[in-house]
């Protein structure tokens, strides 16, 4: 896989590493904060994000973390495409705001599309801004259709008063690898094929969170991965952010979640943020009963062909951003 940009003077992709994340910050602050001015925003500037979080995307992406360089050997353009089993999505991906409106940004998003379907996943998707319609439609022309929303919902909460969380950091040895076993069988019930093993293992490798877990009588009722190291460079840890829930019903999903509050109660963290799929009617209901207040809006696509499974029953979320 080789794509070229002589027009632009841009050569890649090459494979993006640990040693890249000063640039790759550059990228994604400059094109993010220019996006934001463009739809109105001018006041707003894009932090960089934490450096762990890069390290957690670069070594989830593996050989999907891609990038492109100028003619100087800057970073100008990258995608970071994902696969969790059959699960396929890229993101975040940037292209720096001089090297814009020239077919960069068709170039690293059919790229990612091509190692992707390499990869044999049975779902392909992104998330954009709903409010950009320009993003919609440059998407759409790459053969991606508009689906659901995922909105960000936050809740503060109680520090006291909550039963101790079950989390997979408490065990150890085989109940650990029993464990990871029973949310690989969780996630495969609710959607062929889904697997968010590494990422749990990333999890506690790098210190960033843990995982909620909810025991059943036969097998895991429910997990949540959730971080709560500090999404942007500098800031204090101030909410637990779910990355992936998988529930196997409404009842198992207000328990988790109840797992989860306590676990971040138990860090003296006030603010747990939840991004809920929409199309979860349920399960977005129970969060706006449990105080949950819609905080941002994002838009998922699905590439023709590969649109994402539906559980006949349970609540499986799986969070399209790091």
């Known amino acids: 896989m080789r794509a070229w940009l002589p027009e632009q003077q841009l ?3 090459e494979p993006a590493t640990e040693r890249d994340i000063a640039g790759l910050n550059r990228v994604f602050t400059e094109a993010f904060t220019d996006r934001y001015r463009r739809d109105g925003l001018v006041g707003v500037r894009v932090p960089h994000l934490n450096p762990q979080v890069w390290r957690y995307a670069l070594l989830d992406a593996g050989a999907g973390a891609l990038l ?7 970073i100008a353009a990258f995608n970071i495409a994902h696969r969790s089993g059959t699960e396929g999505w890229m993101g975040p991906l940037a292209v720096r705001p001089d090297r814009q409106g020239a077919g960069v940004g068709k170039t690293i998003v059919r790229t990612a599309i091509d190692w992707l379907l390499e990869q044999d996943v049975a779902t392909l998707g992104l998330e ?16 991606f259709s508009p689906a659901h929303l995922t909105v960000t919902m936050t ?14 950091s408490h ?48 097998d ?18 101030d909410e637990v952010r779910v990355l992936k829930l998988a529930a196997r019903d409404l009842q198992a999903f207000d328990a988790a979640i109840a797992g989860t509050e306590a676990a ?25 009963a449990r105080g949950y207040r819609v905080r941002w809006t994002d838009l998922r696509m699905t590439y023709e062909g590969y649109a994402e499974p539906h559980p006949t029953e349970g609540v499986l979320f799986s969070n ?3």
């Open 68 to 74: 492109w360089r100028d003619d100087s050997g800057q």
């Open 220 to 237: 895991l009722n429910a997990v949540v991965l959730w971080h709560a190291a500090p999404l942007a460079e500098g800031r204090p840890k």
């Open 11 to 13: 050569s890649g992709p």
């Open 171 to 218: 065990r150890k040895g085989s109940a650990a690898d029993q464990a990871l076993a029973a949310a690989r069988r969780l996630a495969h019930e609710l959607a062929a094929g889904y697997d968010f093993t590494r990422e749990l293992l990333l999890t506690a490798d790098l210190g960033l969170g843990d995982a909620s877990l909810l025991d059943g009588d036969d």
């Open 155 to 168: 809740n503060d909460i109680a520090t006291r008063g909550h039963l101790p969380p079950a989390l997979l």
């Open 320 to 322: 399209w951003e790091i």
């Open 264 to 288: 971040a109660a138990r860090l003296g963290i006030r603010r747990v943020a939840i991004r809920c799929q929409t199309r979860y009617e349920g399960a977005f209901r129970r969060l706006v």
């Open 128 to 143: 954009t801004m709903p409010r950009t319609v320009e993003n919609i439609g440059f998407y759409a022309r790459l053969g």
